[in-house]
């Protein structure tokens, strides 16, 4: 059984310009990123790499037809380098230039078994939550065929992976709240999933530790500290992104994208929606092993009883990001079998992945006591 993948070579470097000092940039590299990212951090040091600007191309997720475009575009820089300095949509986008000599999203899908690496991969997070720069998978939503879809290859790991804290000193509260809440639920599916192990377990408990106290800190000393806090959260989210990239996600990622697909609801806010409510359904069906661990662990962070450890966790939350019901969303009842069916059609993949099995009629009842 795989213990644990580490692909990426991992740095750290406080600031850009640290960062600049060591890997030297040329006009051979080419930096795939935002405007509003580029401008306060990259400009000043009079970096030579050529530049793409994702929002030039759209601001919404990828999707077939940017991706695309930003393809062309860059076939006409040539470039050894791809460098993604952004969120989760630059980086998913980076992961198919990787790859991609001259194919478009389409022709790399059908032949996602014989990808090869065509570009060296660096990837910079700006957000502290997909974990995305230690794994192999890139989300794009294929318009043309009305199904967002993952393409998994090993040939989509970066080659090295940065982490640099200064970049996130800007992000907004909102923006910081959604992603850090989503490498909370990576660190708790990983480590509830059957395939965590001591190693991603290691780095899955490590993660929630680092993210409770964080938050504890800034309910405590206000938002103002956030920026000093950028660096744990950052490294969370990066350990949190080693554990499921090994041990996966599952069913609160799996009923959440129903509703972000549908409402238009950000990542980390959708599975902050589903996040307790599947936990407590688990508990109902099995309430010992790993998850009797869990909530142990949590409770002692949250310094609870164990049998308040969901309230405690949600009265915490909700100070970083309210939660709502599903209801306030804009979801309907009707909506509730849809989102369902959508569950147990095509997120069997996460659902493998859950701490015990949720058949069709506990999903619906997760998503009912959540409306
Ligand atoms: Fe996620």
């Known amino acids: 059984m795989q213990q644990i993948i580490f692909e990426p070579e991992l740095y750290k470097f406080k600031t850009v310009h640290e960062f600049l000092e060591e890997f030297k940039l040329t006009e051979d590299d080419l930096i795939l990123t935002n405007q509003y990212i580029y401008e306060p951090f990259f400009k000043k040091e009079n970096c030579p790499a050529q530049t793409i600007f994702q929002e030039k191309f759209g601001t919404s997720e990828p999707t077939d037809v940017m991706v695309d ?7 006409k820089k040539p470039y050894n380098r791809v ?29 996602k078994d014989q990808l090869e690496k065509q570009h060296f991969l660096i990837i910079i997070p700006t957000t502290c939550g ?8 890139s989300i794009i939503n294929r318009t043309r065929l009305g199904v967002k879809m993952g393409l998994t290859s090993p040939n ?3 080659d090295q992976a940065i982490l640099i804290p200064e970049l996130l000193t800007t992000l907004p509260f909102k923006v910081f709240a959604t992603s850090s809440i989503d490498a909370l639920v990576h660190a708790v599916e990983s480590s509830l999933s059957p395939k965590a192990t001591e190693y991603t ?5 490590k ?3 680092m993210i409770i106290k964080g938050y504890q800190k800034i309910i405590a000393e206000g938002k103002e500290i956030l920026p000093e806090l950028m660096d744990d959260f950052l490294t969370a989210s990066n350990f949190a992104g080693l554990a499921f990239g ?13 509703l972000g697909g549908t409402y238009h609801v950000p990542h980390g806010e959708s599975n902050y929606a589903m996040f307790t409510g599947v936990l407590k359904n688990y508990k109902e069906i099995k309430s010992d092993g790993e998850l009797d661990k869990m909530e142990k662990y949590l409770s002692n962070l949250l310094g609870c009883e164990q049998n308040h450890v969901y309230d405690a966790l949600e ?5 970083i990001l309210p939660k709502k019901p599903l209801h306030e969303y804009g979801v309907t009842k009707e909506d509730l079998d849809t989102f369902t069916d959508s569950v147990l059609q095509t997120q069997g993949r996460l659902m493998a992945n859950n701490f015990v099995p949720l058949d069709r009629a506990r999903v619906y009842k997760i998503y009912s006591e959540l409306y």
């Open 156 to 158: 989509l790991f970066a």
């Open 69 to 75: 475009a930003i393809l062309k575009e860059a076939s």
């Open 201 to 205: 377990k290691l780095f899955g408990y």
């Open 207 to 209: 993660a929630i530790e």
């Open 315 to 319: 009265y915490l939350l909700n100070h």
């Open 246 to 258: 090994t041990a996966g996600c599952a069913a609160v990622h799996a009923l959440s994208y129903p």
């Open 130 to 137: 997909t974990g995305s720069e230690v794994t192999n998978i």
């Open 83 to 111: 460098i993604a300095i952004g969120g989760g949509s630059v980086i998913d986008i980076a992961k198919v230039m990787a790859v991609s000599n001259g194919e478009n999203v389409d022709e790399l899908y059908d032949h």
